[in-house]
């Protein structure tokens, strides 16, 4: 009679299974982060029962409030911080150079009126064809 071998059974480590598991882990944690784009300004956007998105790139402008000690609103131009006192020069050369591209004005709800209006106004005046005031979409 022939003998039978008995196979040996096929088994898993998992101490090196761990090590990969958690070494991919860590690595993508560490680069989710990095990956996000985010606004250099912190804003709060009011909110509105429409809104269009557009898919064309256009020219952004940014309003956070006045905060103290210096009651200084600040402000970017397509996600450049610039100074508040010299918007209009940042925002004449992105008007200058893309005339066809809307500029939309994302001010925060807490921003004062009469700052937003002088913003839109020095658009205006600056020569933008279109202008947009920027919402969150209510749900």
Known sequence: MKRIKKSKKADIMITPLCDVSFTLLVVLMVTTPIMMVTSPLNIHLPKAATVEPRQNANITVTVTPAVPPDNINK????????????????????????????????????????????????????????????TVQRT
């Open 75 to 134: 402000i970017s131009i397509n996600e450049k911080v610039v100074p508040f006192d010299k918007y209009a020069i940042y925002l004449k050369k992105e008007i200058d150079a893309h005339p066809d591209r809307m500029v939309i004005i994302k001010a925060d709800r807490a921003c004062r009126h009469g700052v937003i209006l002088s913003i839109i106004s020095t658009t205006k005046k600056l020569g933008a064809q279109r202008i947009s005031v920027g």
